[in-house]
């Protein structure tokens, strides 16, 4: 009884992994197999030769989860599945992957873990944070093995070209639950969204008032990248801040309409990685200040312009009679 690969799309908290635990719920009863999930850790193969799962039951990951985060990626299992977290994961993605999808490498037949008809759905939630060297060995994984494994997904974004034609998308609207229910408890929380969106306003009335840029703002540049990275802000969530705040300027009519195609080109055409491109950690400040030095430099054009449209205006003054 093979399940198709079904990616759930939607905002968080809006249900997604919900849903995914009542499909398998009743797809474990229709095979009228026990559905127990226990909670394990998978540790990457290091130079001891030393990887894969470690058992842990349910009890000892309660009672000591913090001692056995050293162990590796925590995870869930049970009779029918795989349930890794791809948040967790961190820029191991890849490597964690490859191990996972490694294992039923040169089976026939899917038995993977201790006994009976074991796992053969693989679920990754946050898949929208999959690097595309992950992308490409899942999709090869279904490519070969897609008789025998099913993938599940839930994600943010829309599927990479690479995995449209295997997956049914299905999408998943929602409010975001989760914050929701912790506004509830504490009323006066602001949306991390609502933050981010004064927190680029304000550099984007800073910035555009500067007349001139020097060496000095190259040193405010950085130190604003690292207050994003630290904050785990992704390169896709800062190009789509800029582009809703150069609008937003546009429609308060503080920008003209080919001050706003300049800024929008630049952000269109940035050259970094985003969504299911990921770029080496060491690069991405220095993406990061490429694209806000081209940004200024055109806030800072955008100013000379104006400066010397005024100065060609001509000066009214009194006439000598």
């Not at 540049?221 to 630290?230: A, E, F, G, K, V």
Request: hydrophobic share 40%.
């Amino acid at each position: 009884m093979q399940l198709p690969n079904l990616a759930w799309r939607g905002p968080r908290g809006a249900g997604k992994v919900k849903e995914v635990r009542r499909i398998l719920t009743e797809y474990a009863a229709r095979l009228r197999i026990p559905f127990s999930p226990q909670h394990r850790h998978w540790q990457l193969q290091g130079g001891d030769g030393e990887g894969g799962e470690i058992s842990t039951s349910v009890e000892e990951s309660a009672s000591t989860a913090k001692g056995n985060e050293k162990k590796g990626l925590l995870y869930e299992t049970s009779m029918i599945h795989r349930e890794f977290d791809v948040a967790r994961m961190s820029l191991q993605d890849k490597n964690y992957i490859q191990d996972i999808l490694g294992a039923i490498q040169g089976t026939s037949n899917i038995l993977i873990g201790d006994s009976g008809p074991s796992s053969h759905i693989f679920v990754f939630h946050h898949a929208h944070l999959l690097s595309e060297e992950s992308v490409i060995l899942l999709q090869e994984t279904i490519e070969r093995y897609g008789a025998v494994v099913s993938i599940f997904l839930t994600t943010e974004q829309a599927l990479p070209e690479r995995l449209r034609d295997h997956f049914l998308e299905i999408p998943f609207p929602g409010k975001d639950t989760s914050f929701q229910s912790l506004k509830v408890q504490h009323p006066k929380l602001v949306a991390r969204r609502a933050s981010w969106e004064r927190f680029f306003e304000a550099t984007w009335r800073k910035w555009h008032s500067t007349k001139v840029w020097t060496l000095d703002h190259v040193v405010e540049l950085r130190q604003w990248i690292y207050i994003c990275l630290q904050r785990n802000l992704r390169w896709v969530d800062m190009v789509q801040f800029w582009t809703e705040t150069v609008q937003a300027a546009a429609d308060r009519g503080e920008i003209g309409t080919e001050e706003l195609r300049g800024y929008l080109k630049c952000l269109a055409t940035a050259k970094g990685g985003g969504g299911w491109i990921m770029l080496p950690s060491y690069r991405i400040p220095i993406a990061w200040e490429r694209l806000l030095l081209d940004l200024t430099g055109l806030m800072e054009a955008a100013a000379a312009a104006t400066a010397a449209s005024v100065a060609a205006k001509p000066q009214r003054g009194n006439k000598n009679k």
